[in-house]
């Protein structure tokens, strides 16, 4: 059996920081690594509509986006197939074929599934005057969906944030469910998550536990300098640091964190200018000794600021440059997806045909049953 992997985002906005440190910038590394026979990168529209179907020009719109973010952070279509979930039917098929393997009960208690419906503003009862009242069908399924998408196309590795641990989770007992009822037939896959711990679940810039389009606290892939350096001037740090000479928190503090997940020991040398000023100046050699000093105190939220702002910059300006030349040619961006979802289709249409064999529902295809081909 080959190694292969399977991710994806839902196209419901431009990608920000926070997709980018929680799986893309390592799905990217893992394709240069070719340790993997095949790779599946899925913009997940389906998914995208359990929570935005009074709305699907919103999800449309941005599948564009988000192909160009995947392709400008550096995703090449030589080495992945970039598809489009909607188009792979078989998935649609998987999905409801799974759903009398888990229960009602088992979704209500992932807690993923539980955080989102919060999120979301669902209540629990629906009298029918309400959109937001009850949760969608499709949306409580979610679990389900995901773990077609995943045996779809027998991925070994699911890169993923932390928060999706639960759904992994879910996944792997419906494959071991089916394997038990039906006879070994899917793949049941790992979840590999970032290493970096600051990666697992990147803050928004208001402090929230959580990067969210939603909340408006995202720093997007394809946002400009100067609205980077807007952004991070007026991110969440440690609210009791009035005073530049006042000792300050680096636990808990957004700042910090993006310094976590971004910074790398060569920002020293090349952003020493960001902590001159005209009354304090530092020079520092690790991110640990600017912890240090802002915990004693007399280091102020604007150098570290502009710290951050250098970094991230340097981070996303050769994004910006590729997204800029991507952008030229619209057209070809598409037919990378159309390739990518034929393949994908090829893929999950062996593992549909498997299932039916494993089920007992390929009734055509059993010359035995229907007395045909003899």
């Known amino acids: ?167 992994l989770e879910q996944c792997r007992e419906i494959v071991r469910k089916f394997n038990a009822v039906y006879g070994e037939t899917l793949v049941e896959p790992e979840i590999l998550l970032p290493d970096n711990a600051a990666c697992l679940r990147l803050p928004g810039t208001d402090g929230k536990a959580k990067m969210s389009k939603s909340l408006g606290n995202c720093i997007y892939l394809s946002d400009s300098a100067e609205e980077v350096a807007a952004k991070v001037k007026g991110m969440f740090t440690d609210p009791g640091h009035l005073q530049v000479s006042d000792p300050g928190k680096v636990e808990g503090n957004a700042v910090f964190t993006y310094l976590d997940a971004f910074c790398k020991p060569e920002h020293f040398e090349k952003y020493r200018e960001c902590f001159v000023g005209r009354k304090s100046s530092f020079t520092f050699n690790s991110l640990d000794e600017v912890k240090a000093q802002y915990r004693a105190g007399g280091l102020g939220d604007v150098m570290v600021k502009n710290f951050l702002t250098a970094i991230l910059n340097e981070t996303l300006d050769p994004i910006r440059a590729r997204r800029a030349e991507l952008e030229k040619n619209i057209p070809a961006v598409w037919e990378i997806l159309r390739r990518g979802t034929d393949a994908a289709v090829a893929e999950a249409e062996i593992t549909l045909s498997a299932v039916r064999k494993s089920m007992r529902i390929d009734y055509f295809d059993d010359p035995e049953l229907t007395g045909m081909g003899k």
């Open 1 to 167: 059996m080959g190694k292969v992997i399977l991710t994806g985002d839902r196209p419901t906005g431009r990608l920000h920081l926070g997709h980018y440190v929680g799986s893309l910038r390592r799905r990217v590394e893992l394709q240069n690594q070719g340790g993997f026979d095949k790779i599946f990168i899925m913009i997940a529209d389906a998914q995208a509509l359990t929570d935005n179907a009074d709305n699907p020009e919103k999800v449309r719109q941005n599948i564009i986006q988000v192909a160009l973010d995947y392709l400008s952070a550096g995703l090449d279509p030589a080495k992945v197939n970039i598809f489009i979930q909607s188009m792979v039917p078989q998935l649609t098929e998987l999905t409801f074929y799974y759903m009398n393997l888990v229960t009602v009960q088992r979704l209500q208690r992932n807690p993923t599934v539980k955080q989102e419906i919060k999120l979301r503003g669902y209540s629990e009862s629906d009298d029918g005057s309400d959109n937001k009242a009850g949760t969608p069908v499709g949306f409580f399924c979610y679990p389900i969906s995901q773990a077609a998408d995943i045996t779809a196309f027998r991925a070994t590795t699911v890169p993923v944030g932390e928060d999706q641990e639960p759904m």
